[in-house]
């Protein structure tokens, strides 16, 4: 595969993922428990994954199970609390927060492997604080622009940080496929039993309409299709193009929220997530 091809297809990921914002925003608003949707996504998604590459499915080992266990943990961190999030904020700014991640991971790295940053990564670190200061503050130093769904989604940035690094750190020793499996099936189940915890059965329902539509793209578009896509596509280039051009989610998201669900954003949230965005861009250079 070429170069060129390999970079358009993890441009499609950030594509496919940033109306994956879009489609959540439009299942939760549908009264869909978020629970009961991401327990959907990742049990049928795993499912379906598993009958794609069922001959690299034939045998689990240990080792297997306890990374898959770890990362899908983390993976079900960081999708909880940003769709509990998107209940509360904007699919746009569940998109920047979340694209944070990116400038957390280094630091992660550090502690998995005892790699310092490099001193770029500490200034766009500064940086990126900055963006989210600007969108969160007000003349006054009040926060006027960030609510709980903001912080909700903050804390998932720093959960996809983890579950970014620690599927970096344990790609080294396990099966890739495996763990893309293992760690989908283990945060459905996790999503499975927090929803008869902490939800009503009784709202498990039969999907129709937008929901179902929204499941669907969730299932397929924002999570088969990506992790196919990605896994492919990035043996044929660099680190550095695949985390800038996936990346690229946070820009697509507000782009599809303004034309699809009719989102506005103020100046002062378009200046800051600009800045954010520049951050994660310069972090990658």
């Known amino acids: 595969?070429?170069?060129y091809v390999a970079d358009f297809g993890l441009l499609i990921v950030g594509i496919l993922w940033g109306l994956g914002f879009v489609f959540v925003k439009i299942g939760l608003n549908t009264g869909i428990n978020p629970f009961y949707l991401s327990a959907l996504r990742f049990l049928v998604g795993?499912?379906?994954f598993y009958f794609v590459f069922f001959k690299k499915m034939k045998k689990f080992r240990k080792k297997d199970i306890v990374a898959g266990l770890v990362v899908g943990t983390f993976q079900f961190l960081g999708y909880a609390f940003q769709t509990y999030g998107a209940m509360i904020t904007t699919a746009s700014k569940n998109a920047f927060f979340t694209s944070i991640n990116v400038i957390v991971v280094p630091y992660i790295f550090w502690i998995l492997h005892k790699k310092k940053p490099k001193i770029m990564t500490f200034i766009c670190s500064i940086?990126?604080?900055?963006?989210?200061?600007?969108i969160s503050f007000d003349k006054n130093?009040?926060?006027?622009d960030i609510n709980f769904g903001d912080i909700l989604t903050i804390i998932s940035a720093i959960f996809f940080a983890f579950q970014i690094a620690t599927t970096g750190f344990f790609s080294r020793k396990v099966e890739p496929l495996k763990l893309i499996f293992l760690q989908m099936i283990f945060a459905g189940i996790l999503f499975v039993v927090n929803f008869f915890i902490f939800s009503n059965p009784g709202e498990i329902s039969d999907l129709k309409g937008m929901a179902l539509i929204s499941v669907g793209y969730l299932t397929i578009f924002s999570t088969i299709v990506p992790t196919l896509?990605?896994?492919?596509?990035?043996?044929?280039?660099?680190?550095?193009r695949a985390s800038l051009l996936m990346s690229t989610e946070s820009?697509?998201?507000p782009m599809f929220a303004f034309f699809l669900l009719g989102e506005v954003l103020s100046l002062k949230v378009i200046i800051?997530?600009?800045i954010v965005l520049f951050s994660i861009v310069l972090s990658e250079i």
């Open 46 to 48: 795993g499912i379906l």
């Open 251 to 253: 820009l697509f998201a």
């Open 272 to 274: 800051g997530a600009g």
């Open 127 to 134: 940086i990126c604080i900055i963006g989210i200061g600007v």
């Open 141 to 144: 130093l009040n926060l006027s």
């Open 1 to 3: 595969m070429k170069q």
């Open 229 to 240: 896509l990605q896994t492919v596509c990035q043996k044929f280039t660099t680190s550095t």
